[in-house]
């Protein structure tokens, strides 16, 4: 079965730390993932997509079919990083992009 | 550009009311275009999905319909509300799915 498990609900840093949000994926294919942010008030936002291998915000994501994993890093948090962060998968054709349940983010000054 | 328009923002329903949510995409064309339920701690849960007019894919078997009656129109209805479909409703739409998908703003709905 297609699943995305983020497995913390919740990730509290301070200012200047490094920061993991986990993501892991079960797909049999060869996956396209995708990390979402969501800021308070703002809409569900595509943060970036392992394809593209870039980095957004100081943010960037490696694709690890070993251990798929899709883990999202940034090597120094900002307080303006605090969101709640959605991992997801597309498993191609008609798309149905499957989302993980969530990390929460919270950058502490 | 694009955009992509969801109303109404919030909603507060009596149970066993109906429903309609509607969807609309501006500057593109044949789009493929989603419904999406997000819940705390659940994360999003594909509801339906639409690759062209009249063309409605079900996810999961609930209370709700989907219809496209126009190519760039979804709406999400109901006959009847119950109280668990109280939820926060996203739309959602994509060219290509290794593009990305684009959300709409969201509505609340409150079954009461």
Redesign the interface.
Known sequence: AQR?T?PE?LLSVFKGAPVELKCNYSYSGSP?L?W?VQYSRQ????LL?H?SRESIKGFTADLNKGETSFHLKKPFAQEEDSAMY?CAL?P?G?????????TRLAVHP | SQTIHQWPATLVQPVGSPLSLECTVEGTSNPNLYWYRQAAGRGLQLLFYSVGIGQISSEVPQNLSASRPQDRQFILSSKKLLLSDSGFYLCAWTYRDRDGYTFGSGTRLTVV
Request: a positive charge; aromatic letters at 20%.
């Open positions: 995305v983020q609900k396209e995708f979402y809409r569900l936002q595509l997509r394809i959605y597309s191609g008609y798309n149905k992009l499957i989302f993980g349940a969530g």
